[in-house]
C-alpha cells in the first residue's frame, strides 16, 4: 500500500509528469530538464528526487552531472504500471 501512495503523490504535481514526459524520450541530466522545462535547478532536483524516491527514475553520476532516466526493472509495481499507462497516454 505505502508504494501505491508514494507512486500517486509523485504524479499528482505537473511538473513531475512533465518531467517523466522527457525521460520517456531519453536520458537528461538536471540541467538539461532546467532548460527544456525553464525551472531552477534546485526544483528540477527536488523533483527527481521525488520520482526517483517513488521508483519511477534512476539517476547515474557521469562525471560532473547527474543523468537521470526511467526506472525500467522498478521494485515499485505500481511504478512500473503508471510509466506504462503515461507512456501511452502522453
Not at 532546467?34 to 525551472?39: G, H, K, P, T
Not at 517513488?54 to 510509466?83: C, H, K, P
Given at each position: 500500500m505505502r508504494d501505491l501512495v508514494k507512486a500517486t503523490r509523485a504524479l499528482s504535481d505537473e511538473t513531475r509528469i512533465r518531467i517523466l514526459k522527457i525521460l520517456l524520450e531519453r536520458e537528461c541530466c538536471v540541467c538539461e530538464v532546467?532548460?527544456?522545462?525553464?525551472?531552477s535547478q534546485s526544483?528540477?532536483?527536488?523533483?527527481?528526487?521525488?520520482?526517483?524516491?517513488?521508483?519511477?527514475?534512476?539517476?547515474?553520476?557521469?562525471?560532473?552531472?547527474?543523468?537521470?532516466?526511467?526506472?525500467?526493472?522498478?521494485?515499485?509495481?505500481?511504478?512500473?504500471?503508471?510509466?506504462?499507462?503515461l507512456r501511452g497516454s502522453l
Open positions: 532546467m532548460q527544456a522545462l525553464d525551472i526544483r528540477a532536483s527536488r523533483n527527481l528526487g521525488i520520482l526517483e524516491d517513488a521508483g519511477f527514475v534512476r539517476s547515474r553520476r557521469d562525471g560532473l552531472w547527474m543523468v537521470y532516466s526511467i526506472d525500467e526493472q522498478t521494485t515499485n509495481s505500481y511504478a512500473a504500471s503508471l510509466i506504462e499507462m
